[in-house]
């Protein structure tokens, strides 16, 4: 019964290759978003995506690109991975003001 | 203006002390204010919110103390034990409508919690 969920928890890649990270959430929230945590641990909202309307930080390089395929999932895609692409995102959902986060995946590049 | 400052950056506190953390933001329009706690390895969980047309909010041995007028606000961990160790987060909500700040939580730097037995 996790309410957020990521798949996967751990990611091991290349650069340069292209990845995925999957985030379901069954609260029936109407609002996802990606975060980015880095080593320091500081929190970087990257999108949030409500009713097919998506909002991106604009810090957010277009390698990274959300797709939503129905109200409860919103996947992140990562093209041409690079090493300072190496965090903890985590995937969150809302329906008013409080944030729900999935467990994180924790992405290297190596 | 959309910055939060969180202090300190890493905070040790013996069991059954007071943890303190602060936070301070410029943003008049933040409306919504909430804590988060986040343990090793896992993602962080809402500990408990203010809004800011109260002083204080009590849930257990955590308060937040929220001043107005000087934007700042504080989570106040009493009788702080082990198990509380974590990174803590505070937060703030843009009430503004429209545009890419609508609804969007800005996050401080993140405390460090350690609590010794």
């Known amino acids: 019964d996790t309410a957020v969920s990521q798949t996967p928890k751990y990611l091991v890649t290349q650069m340069g290759n292209d990845k995925s990270i999957k985030c379901e959430q069954n609260l029936g929230h109407d609002t996802m978003y990606w975060y980015k945590q880095d080593s320091k641990k500081f929190l970087k909202i990257m999108f949030s995506y409500n009713n097919k309307e998506l909002i991106i930080n604009e810090t957010v390089p277009n390698r990274f690109s959300p797709k939503s395929p129905d109200k409860a999932h919103l996947n992140l895609h990562i093209n041409s991975l690079e090493l300072g692409d190496s965090a903890v995102y985590f995937c969150a959902s809302s329906r008013t003001s409080s944030l729900f986060f999935g467990p994180g995946t924790r992405l290297t590049v190596l | 203006q959309q910055q939060v400052k969180q202090s300190p950056q890493s905070l040790i506190v013996q069991k059954g002390g007071i943890s303190i953390i602060n936070c301070a933001y410029e943003n008049t329009a933040f409306d919504y204010f909430p804590w988060y706690q986040q343990f090793p390895g896992k993602g962080p969980a809402l500990l408990i919110a203010?809004?800011?047309?109260?002083s204080e909010k009590k849930e257990g041995r955590f308060t937040i103390s929220f001043n107005k007028s000087a934007k700042q606000f504080s989570l106040h961990i009493m009788d702080s034990q082990p198990g509380d160790s974590a990174t803590y987060f505070c937060a703030a909500r843009n009430s503004g409508a429209g545009g890419t700040s609508y609804g969007k939580l800005t996050f401080g730097q993140g405390t460090i919690l350690t609590v010794h037995p």
């Open positions: 203010i809004r800011p047309d109260v």
